[in-house]
């Protein structure tokens, strides 16, 4: 394994590692913005994924996005970091596919600290398929999706695809609460009621100044898009999408060029609501999951249940 001459010292030594559509790209956005935090330019770079999925399949299950998938490259990610006290990336799958994630996070960076952030299991399915209906990938109802589900998984789908098992937490988080010294759990409610003291208790937990307040923004918000086709200039890769984008970035800088971009796509979307008994379905089916986890990670979450 190369090193390609970078020192050990740039390399992450915190992940945010899921779950997905539970906020992970606002607290990346949030974390970046400290001026003790580097965070890698690329979110999702799923290198210690990449190294059991080698090659993208050619089927719907897998993204548009190419993960980092040689150790000199990851190493990249974070030139740059040195004199940074907390340097970290975020990649959503690392939490669904814990037990080989851990065994490469493991041998490649050590023991960093675990960010892990959670949101209630039926609204996390039901927005991770609304985000794919959101960027014209996914065309199936959500209860088709679900009976689909089986199916996809024995297919060998990627894990976004499975908007039910991807919402099973109390495995994953206790795999990583075994295996990392330092694991901070946070709620997607949390983020929602008061999302600066969440973030401050971010800040503390990474040993930076919990004092600095960074420019917030909802962001990556799923629904159904009011105007497609100009929706569409956010999701599909054409000339002028590539020129508005590059155009923000210079003009803004990426950071405020992606929060401008979150704000005006969230006005753009209208939200859509799960089935009641789709929702109790669900409920029973996560009830037990649910009161697991609570007791592993001493939260309350009764409302995830009423």
């Given at each position: 394994?190369?090193?390609?001459?970078?020192?050990?010292?740039?390399?992450?030594?915190?992940?945010?590692?899921?779950?997905?559509?539970?906020?992970?790209?606002?607290?990346?956005?949030?974390?970046?913005?400290?001026?003790?935090?580097?965070?890698?330019?690329?979110?999702?770079?799923?290198?210690?994924?990449?190294?059991f999925?080698?090659?993208?399949?050619?089927r719907?299950?897998?993204?548009?996005?190419?993960?980092?998938?040689?150790y000199?490259?990851?190493?990249?990610?974070?030139?740059?970091?040195?004199?940074?006290?907390?340097?970290?990336?975020?990649s959503?799958?690392?939490?669904?596919?814990?037990?080989?994630?851990?065994?490469?996070?493991?041998?490649?960076?050590?023991?960093?600290?675990?960010?892990?952030?959670?949101?209630?299991p039926?609204?996390?399915?039901?927005?991770?398929?609304?985000?794919?209906?959101?960027?014209?990938?996914?065309?199936?109802?959500?209860?088709?999706?679900?009976?689909?589900?089986?199916?996809?998984?024995?297919?060998?789908?990627?894990?976004?695809?499975?908007?039910?098992?991807?919402?099973?937490?109390?495995?994953?988080v206790?795999?990583?609460?075994?295996?990392?010294?330092?694991?901070?759990?946070?709620?997607?409610?949390?983020?929602?009621?008061?999302?600066?003291?969440?973030?401050?208790?971010?800040?503390?937990?990474?040993?930076?100044?919990?004092?600095?307040?960074?420019?917030?923004?909802?962001?990556?918000?799923?629904?159904?898009?009011?105007?497609?086709?100009?929706?569409?200039?956010?999701?599909?890769?054409?000339?002028?999408?590539?020129?508005?984008?590059t155009?923000?970035?210079?003009?803004?800088?990426?950071?405020?060029?992606?929060?401008?971009?979150?704000?005006?796509r969230?006005?753009?979307?209208?939200?859509?609501?799960?089935?009641?008994?789709?929702?109790?379905r669900?409920?029973?089916?996560?009830?037990?999951?649910?009161?697991?986890?609570?007791?592993?990670?001493?939260?309350?979450?009764?409302?995830?249940?009423?």
């Amino acid at each position: 394994m190369s090193t390609g001459g970078k020192k050990r010292d740039t390399l992450p030594n915190f992940l945010i590692v899921g779950a997905a559509k539970a906020g992970t790209t606002s607290l990346y956005l949030y974390l970046k913005q400290h001026p003790d935090i580097f965070m890698s330019s690329l979110k999702e770079p799923r290198f210690f994924t990449a190294q059991f999925f080698r090659k993208p399949k050619d089927r719907r299950g897998d993204f548009p996005m190419t993960p980092v998938q040689d150790y000199d490259s990851y190493l990249r990610l974070f030139e740059g970091a040195s004199g940074k006290k907390a340097i970290g990336e975020a990649s959503t799958d690392y939490l669904y596919y814990y037990n080989p994630a851990i065994t490469y996070i493991k041998k490649f960076i050590g023991e960093p600290r675990i960010i892990i952030i959670l949101r209630n299991p039926i609204d996390r399915a039901f927005s991770a398929y609304s985000f794919l209906v959101r960027d014209n990938i996914e065309y199936l109802s959500f209860e088709e999706a679900l009976d689909m589900e089986e199916q996809r998984k024995q297919e060998d789908w990627r894990y976004f695809w499975l908007y039910k098992d991807s919402s099973f937490y109390c495995t994953q988080v206790k795999a990583y609460m075994d295996n990392f010294p330092h694991v901070k759990i946070c709620l997607f409610d949390d983020l929602r009621k008061d999302t600066l003291a969440l973030v401050k208790e971010l800040y503390e937990f990474l040993e930076v100044d919990p004092s600095f307040v960074p420019k917030m923004t909802r962001c990556n918000v799923s629904g159904v898009p009011r105007y497609r086709k100009l929706h569409n200039l956010f999701v599909e890769r054409t000339p002028l999408q590539n020129i508005i984008r590059t155009s923000g970035k210079f003009i803004l800088g990426e950071d405020r060029w992606i929060m401008l971009r979150e704000s005006v796509r969230a006005r753009l979307l209208q939200k859509t609501t799960i089935n009641p008994e789709t929702r109790e379905r669900l409920k029973e089916a996560y009830r037990e999951d649910i009161l697991n986890l609570q007791r592993l990670i001493k939260k309350d979450l009764t409302t995830w249940l009423t």
